[in-house]
């Protein structure tokens, strides 16, 4: 049995005793949804509007309720759900398995699952990081932090969301290093989406400093490589370094044409991180490989999309090994 939360083999059941603890309220698994993905759809129309959790994908609001089953709710949720877009199949799954990997590569990450509709369709759930006993901790995201529009959440470089970052939390390196080891993971897992409004900061119940504590939990993580047919927009959602803007790109992404080991050695360096800290970050990934690649395995995506996943994996640690 494969747990729905970790991706790790287990011995019984739908979730590891931990999983069970860390993404149920009463420590109760629930195995399976009450209503069918048309439902969900029916409802949505309904329950939408009075929802505060935006983003491009169909989602909705759940709670558990005394039955001990995810009921839809317009306000005070504890879980988002979000099913598969009809334009991308097997999203849930391949969403899921991003997530897992975040996980076990350390990334602080989002607690989240896949859950199948009544009709067997896999959805995928994630447990609300910014509710703490009924309050809701302030949470924003760089778009609205850089001061621009939603549209605009491509405009700037991972350069200039680490200074920013780094600016937000009063100065932490710890968050700056967060940002920088989460920048490796969308590449290594050819995550070509992880903009401004992927990215954010939190604040804890009692800070009432105007930093930051630290990132959010890892969010919106997705394998987009591993789609039938991937959108032609380039390895990362942001340009690595500033000067990408006007097409000026570092020596070493001129000769071999992708990222290498040496642009991130690059960045970090610029945004204030030691070469020692930049080398343990790209050397967990390569201790990790066959972890990762377990994941994959054991994730409940298609065998194709596992197989165009390895692959895009393995090919990203051997850029991230170059840094002549
Ligand atoms: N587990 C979570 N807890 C709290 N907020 C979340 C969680 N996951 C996502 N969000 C917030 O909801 C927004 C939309 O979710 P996201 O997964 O990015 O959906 P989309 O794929 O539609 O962009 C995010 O930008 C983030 O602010
Ligand atoms: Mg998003």
């Known amino acids: 049995m494969i747990c729905r939360l970790t991706l790790e083999k287990i011995e019984t059941g739908n979730f590891s005793k931990k999983a069970i603890k860390n993404f149920f309220e009463k420590y109760n698994p629930i195995d399976k949804l009450t209503f069918s993905r048309k439902e969900f759809f029916n409802k949505g129309l309904k329950y939408a509007q009075g929802m505060s959790i935006s983003g491009v994908q169909e989602k909705l609001s759940l709670i558990i309720n005394d039955n001990n089953e995810f009921e839809i709710v317009t306000t005070g949720g504890n879980y988002i759900l979000k099913p598969s877009p009809e334009s991308f199949p097997f999203a849930a799954e391949n969403e899921q398995c991003a997530m ?23 959805a995928y759930i994630s447990k609300r990081y910014d509710r703490k006993n009924g309050n809701k901790l302030h949470q924003e995201d760089l778009a609205q932090a850089f001061n621009l529009q939603s549209d605009d959440k491509y405009k700037k470089s991972y350069e200039e969301a680490l200074h920013l970052v780094r600016e937000m939390s009063g100065g932490k390196l710890s968050v700056v290093k967060d940002l920088f080891n989460r920048i490796v993971f969308s590449y290594l897992i050819g995550n070509d989406d992880m903009h401004l409004k ?28 591993a789609f039938p047919n991937p959108p032609q927009i380039g390895f990362l959602a942001l340009d690595l370094l500033k000067e990408e803007g006007e097409g000026i790109f570092s020596k070493m992404y001129d000769k071999y044409g992708y990222y290498t080991g040496s642009d991130f050695y690059l960045l970090g360096e610029r945004v204030g991180l030691r070469a020692q800290v930049i080398k343990s970050i790209l050397e967990n990934y390569f201790k990790k490989v066959n972890e990762i690649i377990n994941i994959v395995d054991n994730s409940f995506m298609p065998v194709e999309m596992k197989t165009k996943a390895k692959a895009l994996i393995i090919d990203r640690i051997k850029a991230l090994k170059i840094i002549d």
Do not use: C, W
């Open 100 to 122: 897992a990997i975040s996980r076990i590569v350390g990334i602080e990450t989002a607690y989240s699952a896949n859950i199948q509709f009544t009709d067997g369709e896999e």
């Open 198 to 225: 992927n990215i954010s900061l939190i604040k804890d119940m009692d800070n009432k400093t105007v930093n930051y504590d630290r990132l959010t939990p890892n969010y919106d993580q997705l394998l987009v490589h």
